[in-house]
Every structure is written in structure tokens, then in C-alpha cells.
């Protein structure tokens, strides 16, 4: 028997109606023409939410809105448009009469990462609270502030000073502040360090005796393998 193929130029896939291939004849069938397309619905050029000018970028929606929506299921504002002149005013109304004497923790509004903050309306994002105090107060915005108070919660932007990341490190270790435990001091660790001394003086090279060692301890013998490889609790000697 013989098998007709698409009368379509270029098209080798079986014909079922009227001489065409299913693809060709389905688009016949709806369009009137077996070359023809579905129609496309015209993009936005610019972000569709309200008070965006952004490019879009995908479904109508710049980047930012558009990532927005694929993490919470909406693409509306960060912040109500009443609440982001609120915090503006409230800020520009308090740092005037802020002094270095004093921590200013107090924030009746919405967080954003748990810490207090403001809308910037000329870079269309959230900024900290403490970084648009110091805009406000030395008319410019800063790479990077590091808090001399060591309160992430203070926003008086006489308690931080502009520095590099670095120095943000070494400030927290001189405070202190610094709480990356790591071997057997860690609270998470699995192991003393007497039970790590332990481990690495009965350990003789002997075939299955990581397994054994890995029963004994309640541990994987990955665990054990980083022990006597020194690649873990290297705080234990």
C-alpha cells in the first residue's frame, strides 16, 4: 500500500486529510490555511504594574516583577504606595533631631529582610532605612555602611560609618559578634573532642574498621573519614 506524505513542500510526515499531515491540516481546519499560524498577542514594551517604567522582560513584566511573582504568586508592589511616602516622611522628619548618643531601633513599619526599610522612588527599590538616613544627611548614597553600635536594628545614621566588607568582618570579630563555631565546639557537632582523640588513637588502618568506629559513634563513615583525614574538627589535637 502506498503512503502519501504532506503535500506541503518540505513536509515528509503522513498526509490524513485532504492531502496534508495532521499539523498542516489542524491549522486548515482552524485558520483557514495550512501555513498559518496562531496569532500572538502584542508585548508590552514597558513593565506592565503600575508606576513601573522598567523594559519588560517576560509575561509583560520587567525582571524584578517578574521574578516577584514566581517566588510569591503576585507581582504587586513591594510596599503600598501610601506606606512608602509615609516611611519617607517619617524618616526625613526623625534624623534631623537624632544624635550619636543614642540607638534608634524604633520602627513602626514593614521590614524587608527583617531589618527596617525605605523606598528609594529614583532607583525604584528598597534601600535600608539606615542608608536613606544617611542619604538624607550627607546628600549622597553610600556603597556600604558598617554600624558602629554592632545593632542591625539601629537605624541613626550617626552610628555607621562607610567601609568595605572587610572591615565590616573585623569590626564583628572585635565586638565579639561572631558566632561561626566550627569542630567540636560547633552546636550541631556530632562528636566530642575527646570522642575525636579517641577515634584517631584507636584507629589502625585495619580493613572495615571505619565501618565498625562509624556503629560504635552513631556517625557515617563519611564522618569518620574526615576525622582521621584532619579535614574536619581540625580544632581537636
Known sequence: MTQHICAIEYCNKPAVGRGWCRAHYTRWHRYGDPL??????????????????????????????????QRKGSAGQAKPIKERGAVVAHIA???PSMTPERCE?????SRSKGRPAAWDADRQRNV??????????????PSQLNHTCHDGDCWNPH???????QENVRDMMEAG?????SGAASPVARLT???????????????????????EFGIS????????KGKTYRDCT
Open 221 to 228: 563513615e563519611s564522618t569518620i573519614d574526615g576525622v582521621l
Open 177 to 181: 559578634r561572631y558566632r561561626g563555631l
Open 36 to 69: 498559518a499560524s496562531a496569532p500572538r498577542a502584542a508585548r508590552a514594551l514597558t513593565c506592565t504594574v503600575e508606576d513601573c517604567e522598567r523594559d519588560a522582560f517576560k509575561r509583560d513584566l520587567c525582571q524584578l516583577h517578574y521574578h516577584r511573582e
Open 93 to 95: 522628619r526623625r534624623v
Open 128 to 141: 535600608g532605612a539606615v542608608h536613606y538616613a544617611w542619604y538624607l544627611l550627607h546628600g549622597r548614597w
Open 193 to 215: 573532642a575527646d570522642q575525636v582523640r579517641e577515634i584517631r588513637a584507636r584507629y589502625g588502618g585495619k580493613y572495615g574498621q571505619r565501618r565498625s568506629l562509624a556503629r
Open 105 to 109: 531601633t524604633e520602627w513602626p513599619f
Open 159 to 165: 552610628h555607621v560609618y562607610e567601609g568595605t566588607q
